[in-house]
């Protein structure tokens, strides 16, 4: 009897310990600060620079009653007055629609370690937004930035003439959604809609709220 008094006191214990182990290892929630936007511009590159596409993350936020917190636009510029994307979203912690935790803050954002992947980078309405296997893929999401979130220097262009340019003699650096690069993988055909299309795109971009 005081055999299985033990072995039932055992069990007791393991899953005790068991229970608080998988408590301490499931990761944060909270509420949404983080969304690609589901819809590209209709103007390809030219998102009317960083405060058009600001408006932009503000409207979409705004249509799913998140518009009491301020949003902006992963994105960076380049010139004499570049902007740095990582500079503009605030400190973190970041979570997608469904309250899943994108990152605690900006280095573990931009840690090598770092993933990004479809189920996780949700649109404003939480819904997937197709990538690679998917017909159409819309992975590719402007961004303008090295890995690190930082702008590229002047000269060759990689933010369609720093968010203003529909036209295919420009380009733009783009993440995808769904894979570790995902701020920055390789630069666009064009800046056109059909340009950035062509290459896994729509015109897509992050959009983080500022958490002071």
Same mark, same amino acid.
């Given at each position: ?37 589901? @819809? ?26 998140? #518009? ?5 636009? &992963? ?8 902007? $740095?994307?990582? @500079? ?9 629609? $469904? ?10 954002? +931009? ?22 296997? &998917? ?16 702008? &590229? ?16 003699? #420009?380009?733009?650096?783009?993440? +995808? ?8 993988? +390789? ?12 290459? #896994? ?12």
């Amino acid at each position: 009897m005081d055999k299985n008094r033990k072995i039932v006191a055992m069990g007791l214990v393991f899953c005790g310990l068991l229970v608080a182990g998988l408590a301490q290892t499931q990761p944060p929630t909270g509420p949404m600060s983080f969304f690609v936007t589901g @819809d590209g511009s209709g103007n390809g590159g030219d998102l009317g620079g960083l405060e058009g596409a600001d408006a932009v993350c503000q409207n979409l936020a705004e249509s799913v009653d998140q #518009g009491h917190l301020t949003w902006r636009a &992963y994105l960076s510029t380049q010139g004499g007055n570049a902007v $740095n994307a990582r @500079d503009r979203i605030g400190p973190g912690p970041w979570f997608n629609a $469904n309250g899943a935790q994108i990152a605690a803050d900006l280095d573990s954002l +931009h840690s090598m370690m770092h993933r990004m992947n479809a189920f996780k980078a949700l649109d404003e309405r939480g819904q997937i937004i197709p990538g690679e296997g &998917y017909s159409p893929n819309r992975h590719d999401i402007l961004t303008g930035s090295q890995i690190d979130g930082t702008a &590229y220097p002047a000269g060759e262009d990689m933010t369609c003439n720093n968010w203003t340019s529909s036209s295919d003699n #420009g380009k733009a650096r783009v993440g +995808h959604h769904d894979a570790a690069a995902w701020g920055s993988a +390789h630069n666009s055909r064009g800046c056109s809609p059909a340009a950035l299309i062509s290459s #896994g795109g729509d015109g897509l971009f992050y959009c983080f709220a500022v958490q002071e």
